[in-house]
């Protein structure tokens, strides 16, 4: 008589082993999801999408070389889908099958990874979510540029409305920098120029708040708050790469913290970096390295310090040529008159407090 063999059988509720006594669980649901591409120099490199579900109940996904696809390297699969909070099933040779099971169902389904956010093909692709109809987009992991975060996800027009656009309406600063990071994303579009807004002024008038506002708009915000500014040139562009298509707000401009680039020549390298829309060409050695496989954007980059670029020039012995002006644009944070950056404030008789 001829002995029945397990097999392994894959549901969207989980990994079921069955055997000619029944069936049981052994993992949670994984798929091989998706077969695509990036983009490496002047080659596509072979990429597959392991989609799976945590030990915490979470859909993620890993991505892999197709190389780690070959029996020979499926051990790497096994070993980063553990370090991502897989459970594999306990008894030997079990994962081994499993994975082959995974592998052998190819998919349909396709994706490109890209280095940088924003526009692709009339997508816009976000750490977050890809908007608009069409192929795919995925951001590389390991992207070398500093990729932008949004860490709030995503909260509803409403809410914003009553926060922050109420708030808004009371502060022409305000407005100023939320207009700045929805016309960011119109630069490209348009075929406009990337530039930049630094608003000045004393401490405590509201310079970084204004910012938060703008980045609100996308749920745009670090680990550790705003990203600060950059020490070296080729850091100002992995940031500018990094936050291609949309606003690059920058806290404390002036503050250079033991910076060995005063911030004069910061701004005149950052405005000049705009005129380019790109980072300069670097070594292709350093680029794989550092997988820089995107060089372009178009950005709005919103700065605050408490003086006026053209004042710190001037202090520094040096003055601001007109490119740079035009390109790197100072804005008072405060009107005459005005209540830090609000400047249509009303105080009520009635109440005692600022309505707004």
């Known amino acids: 008589m001829k002995k029945s063999h397990d097999r392994i059988k894959r549901t969207k509720s ?7 006594n029944g069936k049981r669980q052994i993992a949670a649901p994984i798929r091989f999801n998706a077969i695509g591409h990036r983009v ?6 072979a990429m597959a999408e392991i989609a799976f579900v945590t030990r915490k109940s979470a859909t993620v996904s890993e991505f892999f070389h197709m190389s780690a696809t070959t ?31 995974v592998l052998a169902d190819e998919p349909s389904r396709s994706f ?26 995925v951001l590389d992991p390991n992207a070398g540029a500093h990729v932008a975060r949004v860490t ?11 926060t922050v656009g109420k708030i808004a309406r009371k502060s022409s600063r305000l407005r100023l920098m939320v207009g700045a990071a929805f016309g960011a994303l119109l630069l490209r579009p348009l075929k406009m120029d990337s ?3 630094n608003l000045f002024g004393t401490t405590s008038t509201g310079k970084t708040s204004a910012l938060y506002a703008a980045g609100s708009v996308a749920g745009l915000f670090g680990d550790n708050g705003l990203p600060g500014w950059a020490d070296s040139p080729p850091a100002l562009e992995q940031l500018a790469v990094g936050h291609r298509d949309g606003i690059l707000p920058l806290d404390d401009t002036a503050d250079e913290g033991g910076s060995t680039l005063p911030i004069q020549k910061k701004a005149k390298l950052f405005a000049f970096m705009f005129a380019r829309n790109r980072g300069r060409n670097l070594d292709k050695s350093y680029e794989r390295k550092t997988n820089l496989s995107v060089k ?7 700065s605050t310090s408490e003086f ?23 804005v008072p944070a405060i009107e005459p008159g005005g209540a830090g950056i609000f400047d249509h404030l009303q105080l009520s008789a009635d109440e005692g407090w600022f309505s707004i």
């Open 14 to 20: 989980g990994v079921f082993l069955v055997s000619a």
């Open 40 to 45: 490496s120099g002047n080659k596509k490199v």
């Open 71 to 101: 029996p020979r390297n499926r051990n790497r699969i096994i070993d980063a889908l553990a370090d991502a909070d897989y459970r594999w099933p306990t008894e030997s040779k079990l994962p081994e099958r499993l994975i082959e099971d």
């Open 112 to 137: 490109t990874m890209v280095g940088a956010p924003g526009w692709y093909d009339g997508t816009f692709l976000n750490s977050l979510r890809q908007y608009g109809k069409g192929n795919r987009f």
């Open 152 to 162: 709030l996800g995503q909260g509803s027009l409403q809410g914003w409305q009553s």
């Open 195 to 197: 530039f930049a807004i």
């Open 296 to 302: 372009e954007f178009r950005v709005i980059a919103l």
């Open 308 to 330: 006026a670029l053209k004042a710190i020039a001037e202090s520094a012995a040096t003055s601001r040529i007109g490119g740079e002006e035009v390109r790197f644009i100072d």
